[in-house]
């Protein structure tokens, strides 16, 4: 849950003056952080037809 308000919190933050001329070096920290996201979970699988 902390994960979730943290990125509340960075959304209402970038438009912050003190924020704000850091908004393409947190974009840029987000995108690299995405894939190791992804990387973790695996992608859900579809039920093989005749399973139930």
């Not at 393409?24 to 093989?48: H, K, N, S």
């Amino acid at each position: 849950m902390e994960w979730v308000e943290a990125r509340a919190a960075l959304r209402r933050a970038v438009t912050q003056p003190r924020i704000y001329p850091f908004r393409e070096q947190i974009a840029r920290a987000c995108e690299r952080a995405a894939p190791a996201l992804r990387a973790g979970v695996p992608e859900p699988t579809q039920p093989e037809p005749g399973d139930s």
